[in-house]
């Protein structure tokens, strides 16, 4: 771990980033796209674009060493012209070309943005690309509300540039597997979680880690984001990235879902008693087989400019992760790993944990024995 990254970042933002220090910057990167409810002039979309990051000036900021070796906080670079793609282009094929861009080695946004058009030439949807040092699900919400507005007032076009070649760099091109949950599935598990005086987020995560650890045959320590942006009101209206990754307790082969959800359910509370207190320390290096667990919700915006698309950047920035993620009344697995990790393959693992969401759901064989 660089404990210089940490004093910086941890300055910038009141967080602690020791996750990220030495990561590959390309494993840093996550992607963000939505629809336009009425196409536009890709010139129009870009200079909205544009009065969007003049709004969120810390989209223009990186932390780049001084003469010490410290990393201070310093103005970026203006960001490169929007990305114009064309109707052969897909939402996803757009954002791995936009990560597999020349990246710079300084820690901070990398922001790349584009727009999809459609046979017409108008643009249909917007893609990003940010790196994670100042993006999560808020900043998400922020950008969208911010250019659904820019969208709704006149102004100067901005500048657009052709893509970059159509074929990523291999180290875009993590395995991923990803399937739609059964109908009622969640909303079922979130019914029984809430029966056993368990939160939906440990029921989903507690059932998924034990499948995990089963389909390892081995011992998995599961990871959780934890948001850390209810300490700092303010923080509220500001694009940043407000999350740590936090290590839970190792789940073992055998162990039923209610059982390691509750232990999910007491590491969180632990979680967040060391928050509120002494804060939290930094992370050690986990030994073994782990994977990063999540469960997420379509970002919201207001009014009906713009409609978020799920969409992935297929980059692990883990050795293993797997997560729901909802959108439209619908609910999505996916599973992506990182090249030659060890461990079963994303397609083998999502088949255990769509298994064990089912359990989850109705208490089937292996789900409750010990509730």
Known sequence: MSD??????????GLWYEEQAGTPIRRLLCAFAAALATPAPPGRVAGALGRVLDRYPECRTVFAPDTDGTLVRLPGPDPTPTVRF????SVAGAAAALGAEPLSAETGPV????VLTGPAGQARQVIGVAHHVVWDGRSEELFWAA???????PGPDGPLRPPPPASAPEETADPQWRAEVPPGVRAAAERR?????????????????????????????????VDLRVLDPASRERIG???????????HPGTSGPDAARAVLADIGALAALALTTGLPPEPETTGPSCKFYVRDQRS?????????DTALPVARNDLAAGL???GGRAHLTVTARRRAPGPAPAALGRALLAALDRAAHDGPQGDEKA
Not at 4 to 13: G, I, K, L, P, S
Not at 86 to 89: A, S, V
Not at 147 to 153: F, K
Not at 301 to 309: E, N, R, Y
């Open 4 to 13: 210089v990254v940490t004093r910086a970042t941890r300055e910038e933002f």
């Open 86 to 89: 064309g109707p052969e282009w």
């Open 111 to 114: 922001l790349r943005l584009g």
């Open 147 to 153: 250019l659904a507005r820019e969208l709704a007032e």
């Open 193 to 225: 979680a809430r029966a056993h005086g368990v939160t939906p987020f440990s029921w989903l995560v507690g059932h998924c880690a034990a499948a995990a650890a089963d389909a390892g045959e081995g011992a998995l320590t599961p990871y959780i984001d």
């Open 241 to 251: 990235y407000f999350q740590t990754q936090r290590a839970l307790s190792v789940v």
């Open 301 to 309: 915006v207001p009014g009906a400019a713009l409609t978020p698309i």
């Open 325 to 327: 993620t909802a959108a």
